[in-house]
């Protein structure tokens, strides 16, 4: 037994009083096994057996509620959700909440059947269905609302989360169980958007049919995270999106680097476009300006476009995923990206000051060895560094 858990014990044994002997005249052995009577199948039936006063009501909690601490069997688990059962209406109202609380967020469907029949606050309850849906345990969450009320604002935490961890039968449970804001129903569609649940999409916008406001921020949260086939899916059926958020959608794409979606996109939405250049050109520019070089190259392989205004574009966005892979320390990029353009000595100098600035010493050499910079840039990275 560890120091830690020697103390635990005399800490326990001094502070609840627990009347199995004299304390007083407790040896070491015995305090050992009433240490193990948490962790042992047959010692742990003392707790069954025993009166549930305040003492024993802790000492079962404590193993019930924290199984990092306290590693055990399942045998053993069984064991203390025995005692829970038997003796649960004999504890304290505290230790009636505690464990009613983690019955929830460990999926203990005996228990908490036989703790709902306590009188509990509706915000125990809301944070109770909240931490079983959280956990995945599905039936306790319905058991839960559907027995006993909870506040609202618990109610639409539950559906939002369920969207964004993509539990689509709690998402379908909860909207026809259930009446929920609109903006509580917006967030839901958002949240599955953004974590790429197609399912929950399709069914919540057949279902509640959004505005088109809703839409437009649901494809923004899945472009920046390249869920292509809920864009694909929100593009295809939402016939009221104007034609200036599918632009948005595509500079938006475009800035993130999402290729794919800027395939799709161009393929779906700029070529039904009379102002197809000026609309490729605009999402080019953004990209340019984040430095996502594939991004351009895609945009910019079309006959439309003169030399010049491809070369521009592209350099800008060689220039500026440079500035960003000096900035970064990744010198892998940055030798990648110089195999693909030439850079000026300012470019060079402004990469060499970026490194320096974020203490990046293996980019600075590579800058050093590879190109030739001025005795004043050398002097200034050295300072910055």
Sequence with gaps: MTESHQGFVNKNIQSYGLRLVAIEFLTQQEKLALYQAYYEVTPLRLLVELPCKEDVGELVLSAYADP???PRTPAMQAKIIECLIR???????SHQEIAFYFSAQYGHLNVLECLLKRQFSQDLMGEAAQVAMRNGHVNLTWLLMDQNPIPQSAKDSLIIEASARGAIESVV??????EFPERTKERAITEAAKNGHLAIVQYLIEKEVPSEKTKKCALKKAVEKGHIEVVRYLLETGSEISFESKEEVLRKAASHGQLDLVRYLVEKVALDSP???KFKEQAAKIAA????????????QVPEFFLQEREEYLHEALTKSMQQAAEEGLVEKMNDLLKRCEIS???REECIYLAAGKGHIEMIRYL????????????????RA
């Design 275 to 277: 102002f197809s250049k």
């Design 345 to 347: 000595s300012l470019d």
């Design 368 to 383: 050093l060895k590879k190109h030739e910079i001025s005795l004043l840039a050398r002097g200034v990275a050295v300072s």
């Design 173 to 178: 449970y909860l909207a026809q169980h259930r």
């Design 289 to 300: 300006i984040h430095g996502q070089v594939e991004v351009v190259k895609e945009l910019l």
């Design 68 to 70: 990092v601490c306290y």
């Design 87 to 93: 003796k649960g209406d004999l504890l304290f109202q």
